[in-house]
T-cell receptor
Framework: DAGITQSPRHKVTETGTPVTLRCHQT?????MYWYRQDPGHGLRLIHY???????DKGEVSDGYSVSRSKTEDFLLTLESATSSQTSVYFC???????????????FGSGTRLTVV | SQQGEEDPQALSIQEGENATMNCSYK?????LQWYRQNSGRGLVHLIL?????REKHSGRLRVTLDTSKKSSSLLITASRAADTASYFC??????????FGAGTTVTVRA
């Protein structure tokens, strides 16, 4: 999607290894989010950021950490990958925060992560 | 737990027909949004309806919101093959996130 890029698009990793996924935006949006998508669960929020170095946990944050040292980059790290973290990971950005009448997300194309 | 639940889970219609899907949610909201996801792609924002609005239109899309019943519906009129996708509702509540349902998969047959 225009303005937001996720890398890598696909990754296979072994159990116990650390993995970092990158989300890069060129829209200068303040808010950034990491979701995971699994069959039957929809999208579940992992972590989000409301500014540089300002992050908070979502509903499924265990085993994940994030960092945002620049407005344009939001990194998601799996400290020690497990098979339960096999999923499709989506990054999203938003210009406005929750509650704003024009609040809406722009999503990246996703990273398909397989932990073997 | 998911705030929004879409119904039905799957829908198959003929090209040119209308497609209707519903979303029910549990707690009060600031707004409700609908997104589309084509296979293998990210979600695309379709429309946002505020809690004080009852109906909204965007092209062939019509969204209704009934806050007393905690439900919303998305109608796609005159469906096309390109409308084949999964559709998600997302609710903006008084916490820090958008909560997404599990989605409705729509297949439009030529």
């Amino acid at each position: 999607d225009a303005g937001i890029t996720q890398s890598p698009r696909h990754k296979v990793t072994e159990t116990g290894t650390p993995v970092t996924l990158r989300c890069h935006q060129t829209e200068n949006h303040r808010y950034m989010y990491w979701y995971r998508q699994d069959p039957g669960h929809g999208l579940r929020l992992i972590h989000y950021s409301y500014g540089v170095k300002d992050t908070d946990k979502g509903e499924v944050s265990d085993g994940y950490s994030v960092s945002r040292s620049k407005t344009e980059d939001f990194l998601l790290t799996l400290e020690s990958a497990t098979s339960s973290q096999t999923s499709v990971y989506f990054c999203a950005i938003s210009e406005e925060g929750r509650g704003h009448p024009n609040y809406g997300y722009t999503f990246g194309s996703g990273t398909r992560l397989t932990v073997v | 737990s998911q705030q929004g639940e879409e119904d039905p889970q799957a829908l198959s219609i003929q090209e040119g027909e209308n497609a209707t899907m519903n979303c029910s949610y549990k707690t009060s909201i600031n707004n409700l949004q609908w997104y589309r996801q084509n296979s293998g792609r990210g979600l695309v924002h379709l429309i946002l309806i505020r809690s004080n609005e009852r109906e909204k239109h965007s092209g062939r899309l019509r969204v209704t919101l009934d806050t007393s019943k905690k439900s919303s519906s998305l109608l796609i009129t005159a469906s096309r093959a390109a409308d084949t996708a999964s559709y998600f509702c997302a609710t903006d509540t008084n916490d820090y996130k958008l909560s997404f349902g599990a989605g409705t998969t729509v297949t439009v047959r030529a």
